[in-house]
């Protein structure tokens, strides 16, 4: 456990975690750090994630001050949300303009900097780089760690490829079939009797399949 934890913290202080030299993901945290801003010389940054308009107002100041334009769009890191769909356009035009200055250097965060704003990173990488979405995906886990833990981005992402023409190669052994949703029954619920002893609900295992 101390070991995963010292893991994680080296991970964390390692952000923001340069994908492209005009490209970078983080969490928040570090994304308002002002010596590596500096140190990186961050020219933009695009916020994914909602805060409270008092935090909203402090963030722009402070971006303001450092000389930095900032976007921030209000995303939810949620199953099924559509932020390729509600939000890319408008992220695309932001790093597209950015990218028209010279020696721009883009910081893409959200709360934690796993999930959104790496959704919207891995997206801009692969068009900017023109790179298939495996060896993008493939890629900025070498560089961020543990990224888009989020079952819908990750179909998102794989759905944006395709109209995009990036999917790559097929993996080798993969079938052309389409996945099929299979009902899976939940599990029994298991209900205190005494203090360290338990039993099924028949009620809830009575249907499960043998």
Not at 6 to 28: G, N, Q, T, V
Not at 98 to 116: H, S
Request: with cysteine.
């Amino acid at each position: 456990m101390v070991q995963n934890e010292e893991l994680e913290f080296r991970i964390e202080k390692s952000l923001p975690a340069e994908i492209s030299p005009w490209l970078y993901i983080s969490d928040e945290s570090n994304s308002l750090d002002k010596e590596k801003l500096q140190k990186l010389e961050i020219t933009h940054v695009l916020s994914m994630n909602r805060v409270p308009n008092y935090r909203d107002r402090f963030i722009t100041d402070f971006y303001q001050t450092q000389g930095i334009v900032h976007l921030r769009i209000k995303a939810e890191d949620e199953e099924d949300y559509g932020l390729i769909e509600k939000h890319w356009a408008e992220c695309l035009d932001f790093i597209k303009l950015a990218r028209e200055k010279e020696r721009c250097k883009i910081v893409v965060n959200c709360l934690a900097g796993i999930n959104r704003s790496v959704l919207v990173s891995v997206a801009a990488y692969m068009i900017m780089e023109n790179k298939n979405v495996l060896d993008a995906v493939k890629h900025c886990i070498d560089k961020r760690g543990r990224i888009l833990s989020n079952k819908s981005f990750q179909k998102e992402l794989c759905m944006f490829s395709r109209e995009q023409g990036l999917l790559g190669e097929k993996p080798e052994g993969l079938s052309d079939e389409p996945i099929q949703n299979i009902d899976i029954p939940p599990p029994p619920i298991i209900r205190s009797v005494e203090p360290g002893r338990y039993r099924r609900d028949v009620s809830e295992t009575r249907n499960l399949p043998a």
